[in-house]
């Protein structure tokens, strides 16, 4: 999050919960087979487990799996209502195991794991920790590049290339380091340690792009679709569903984006200085 903090936005210009339940059921019927909740912060919302209840009524039509990426803070509270609502996938971010480093990364106190975005001179000394955390326990750590977004204060400097990472680990396990097959669309580079029960992996926007093999797209808390997440253009769907579009005319506004959509970003310099919202009012 920015230092400054961000802007709230107002109530009304927020898709409610039955537009974001009709845009679930027209992207499914269109063949999405999974569906992830981010924010800012999921759990945070007042009805978020009834959210997650609607969702899991579309499965008969296609849905296949019910994800947040969580910070974690209110999970001892909400997790057993939020799996027998349906949820059956959870990404828990943090990008240090230091509560020192923490709080300056978060701007709050407490931690817990998974999903951890790497800054030199910051946080990549405790890569190895995280990689040892797979040893016992069947989980996926994934280290993201750090990647430009607006008042993240990004530099090219603060980079720390995957295959950097990874060549240190090499140097660390040696010949223990497998890599791990690469599933369909899929946007994290997957290892294992060899007798380790979990595994870890590099999201590689910056340094090695997925473009072509990205089958995502983003609906904002505002309704605006994203087709790509360092796109700054967007396609808004809230005024369509409440000014009685039909989910056919819908469907053809999301596929006209879809398309546009571009082979590849840009390269790092030129990214840096495009103009895009805040991660945590995109959610990733």
């Known amino acids: 999050m920015p230092a400054e903090g961000v802007d709230l936005t107002p ?33 945070v919302r007042k009805d978020i487990v009834e959210l997650i209840s609607g969702l899991n009524e579309l499965r008969p039509l296609g849905l296949k799996k019910i994800a947040i990426t969580t910070n974690g803070i209110a999970l001892r509270r909400k997790l057993p209502l939020l799996r027998k609502a349906g949820l059956d996938g959870l990404n828990i971010s943090i990008d240090t195991r230091d509560p020192r480093k923490f709080e300056l990364f978060t701007r709050r106190k407490g931690a817990d794991h998974i999903n951890v975005v790497v800054m030199r001179n910051m946080n990549e000394d405790e890569v190895p920790a995280f990689v040892e955390m797979t040893h016992d326990d069947d989980i996926d750590v994934r280290f993201i590049e750090y990647m430009p977004f607006d008042g993240n204060q990004w530099g090219k400097q603060k980079l720390v290339p995957y295959r950097e990472l990874l060549d240190n680990l ?24 060899k007798g380790y029960r ?22 904002l808390a505002d309704g605006n679709l994203k087709v790509c997440l360092f796109g700054n253009t967007e396609v808004g769907l809230r005024d369509m569903l409440r000014d009685g579009s ?7 506004t999301i596929g006209k ?12 310099d030129i990214l840096s200085q495009l103009p895009n919202r805040p991660m945590i009012k995109i959610g990733g």
């Open 257 to 268: 984006a879809v398309k546009r959509k571009k082979r590849a970003h840009a390269g790092i």
């Open 11 to 43: 109530n009304e210009r927020l898709l409610t919960t039955p537009e974001i339940i009709r845009l679930a059921r027209i992207f499914v019927s269109q063949g999405v087979d999974k569906i992830r909740l981010t924010g800012g912060e999921p759990t």
């Open 246 to 252: 039909s989910d056919a005319e819908v469907i053809e």
């Open 170 to 193: 090499v140097r660390l396990y040696g010949d223990r380091i497998e890599r791990l097959p690469l599933e369909d669309n899929h946007t994290a580079k997957g290892y294992r340690i």
């Open 198 to 219: 979990g595994q870890f992996g590099f999201i590689t926007s910056m340094t090695k792009s997925f473009c072509s093999d990205c089958n995502r797209v983003r609906v």
